[in-house]
């Protein structure tokens, strides 16, 4: 039962998918102290347990693609501490074709750039055909991905970020032209694994392509904004005198409490914000010092110029397209 995974690029996202499925496949629930995700709008993907879904959607065999010989000796260390099937994972190097034509079900995780060249080179697209294809790349459209792989290659995009790795991720999904040339029943099958795989690191959810490059920014990029955001609540703890590691500690877990107050029960923040300020309290006179210094439309536009820059990744360079043709 079950199928062939097979990854091509191993960097931090890549690693960050593959450990946390095989993480979920080596222990009794997918979710931390077993609760299982859910949206307050009640509108998310299902979220499948390893108790609901089907053996066939989940992988039975890894096949994890690298360029480099040196990264397959590092990803083997790696995953030493996974177990059987963490070490059974099978770590190759420059062998995309070979190992496209063993798989089911491959994920692209390589850096944008680098997809058209992988999906067209020789042999790629009779290794393809009739699978299943899932990319990671920002910025690359499925309408790209269509160029460059045979018809009866099944693609659906995906957006998860960073969190994935710590099974805390959120991926956004999407198949547009699926839903014009598949079979609903394979449609359905293919949307059972995308969500196996990715509701087991964190939340899913299928929105329409054109919202990827704002989810991108928003939950791709999102870490890095709140980490400046949590080092700059530690920064101002030590500068009132507590300790670096317990500032940073109590900046940590309440901006993971405030998070999963709204995640959870679903109130607004700016309902959670409201319990907290008190009348003439401390909390007010701190929140007119962010709004003194336009945090809300700094970080807002942040999301916007990293949606604008995702939008640009995945198209080809005059370079690159010189050098193509």
Known sequence: MGYTLCVIGCGTMGVAILSGVVDTLRTPSPFPNGVTPSSPSGISTPVPTL?????DS???RFIACVSREDSVR????????????GQGIQFVAGHNVDSVRQADVIILCSKPHQAEGI????GMAEALDGKLLISILAGVKISQMRDWTPASTRLIRAMPNTPCKIR???TVLSSPDAELHTPLSVLARDKEICTS???SIGRARFLDEKHFDACTALSGSG???ACIFLEAMADGGVMMGLPRAEALELAAQ???????????SGAHPAAIKDTVTTPGGCTIAGVLILEDGRVRSTVARAIQVATERASELGQPTKHASHKHH
């Open 51 to 55: 108790s609901t879904v089907s053996d």
């Open 58 to 60: 989940l992988p039975s």
């Open 74 to 85: 590092r990803l083997k260390r790696t995953f030493e501490s996974y177990g059987p099937i």
């Open 119 to 122: 999906l067209t080179a020789h």
């Open 168 to 170: 805390e991720g959120m």
């Open 197 to 199: 795989i990715f509701s």
């Open 223 to 225: 870490p890095a904004f």
């Open 254 to 264: 309440t901006l993971q409490g405030a998070a999963r107050m709204t995640l959870v």
